[in-house]
Nanobody
């Protein structure tokens, strides 16, 4: 009943930029935190950035100063602006939403993942 649809991944050269989007839809009552994880080949999934309902943000040390997370509450959408991309940023990026549906408890929902490849 809840879907998270990601977009914006692709191939970019080192130093380039990409903007990921993730829109939540369905029978949503309330959304708390939104964020992004990533998983590179052969590595564990790691947290990249999180934004709370109040707008507080948290970033992995490896992306601080280069990535910016934001949200549009009217659209139930979270964004990840990625600048100065490096080859080590190559991974599948997954968005998540901590949300409640009507009559349900809080639950973390995940997007399907979008590939980001940084290569010359």
């Amino acid at each position: 009943q809840v879907q998270l649809v990601e977009s914006g991944g692709g191939l970019v050269q080192p130093g380039g930029s990409l903007r990921l989007s993730c829109a939540a839809s369905g029978s949503i009552f309330r959304i708390n935190a939104l964020g992004w994880y990533r998983q590179a080949p052969g590595k564990q999934r790691e947290s990249v950035a999180v934004i709370t309902s109040g707008g507080s943000t948290n970033y992995a040390d490896s992306v601080k100063g280069r990535f910016t997370i934001s949200r549009d509450n009217a659209k139930n959408t979270v964004y990840l602006q990625m600048n100065s991309l490096k080859p080590e940023d190559t991974a599948v990026y997954y968005c998540f939403a901590d949300l409640r549906q009507v009559g349900s408890s809080w639950y973390r929902h995940w997007g399907q993942g979008t590939q980001v490849t940084v290569s010359s």
